[in-house]
């Protein structure tokens, strides 16, 4: 992918994210290379590789069902299990207060903020396996986890961001065994709520 098919991709998929496509619009090429203002062949690209990420599906955005959300959620208790034993070991005070900062700003009554912040939270404790191939798949995954959340769920679970401070309060005990059972009940419940909105 070259420098300006590589931007595209990265507009596009930030657009996605966004919201700036709906649920039910076609994304067909000839539109796309309109709306860019681009020719056909870096659209074609682009949406090779945001199929590949499960972004879009046969020219709409992608809804995960109830099988890719409950593989999508292996998946991310496999690394958040693995990354969040790498930070019991390495952070420090710094991150922790990043951390509780998170907290913070998902508190505040703000829907778009408390994803924002949710997502972060997570992301920072996947940084601490310091593995760009590892965080690169995270990345992936939790961008379905994200776009499915803003476009079927559309709310925060009660009670998620009291789970965040007892996760935190755990890390800065360096408490491994209790660290990864409130981290593994915390995603088990998230996958929960979000297949209830699946019906």
Do not use: C
């Amino acid at each position: 992918m070259d420098k300006s098919t590589n931007s595209l991709y990265h507009q596009m998929r930030d657009d996605i994210l966004n919201g700036v496509f709906k649920e039910q619009e076609k994304l067909t090429e000839a539109k796309l290379a309109s709306q860019y203002n681009v020719s056909r062949t870096p659209i074609r690209e682009v949406i090779r590789q945001l199929e590949f990420e499960y972004l879009i599906k046969d020219n709409y955005i992608n809804i995960p069902d109830k099988e890719q959300i409950r593989n999508l959620f292996e998946m991310r208790k496999l690394i958040e299990a693995h990354s969040i034993k790498k930070a019991i070991l390495l952070f420090q005070k710094s991150d922790i207060d990043e951390m509780k900062e998170l907290i913070k700003i998902a508190r505040e009554d703000n829907f778009e903020k408390t994803m924002i912040a949710n997502q972060q939270f997570h992301e920072k404790i996947v940084s601490a396996t310091k593995n760009p191939y590892l965080t690169s798949t995270y990345d992936q995954l939790n961008a379905v986890i994200y776009l499915f959340r803003k476009m079927v769920v559309e709310k925060e679970r009660p009670m998620l961001l009291d789970e965040h401070e007892e996760i935190v309060k755990a890390i800065e005990d360096r408490d491994e065994i209790l660290a990864v059972q409130l981290l593994m009940e915390h995603l088990d419940k998230d996958l929960e709520f979000g297949l209830y909105y699946l019906g």
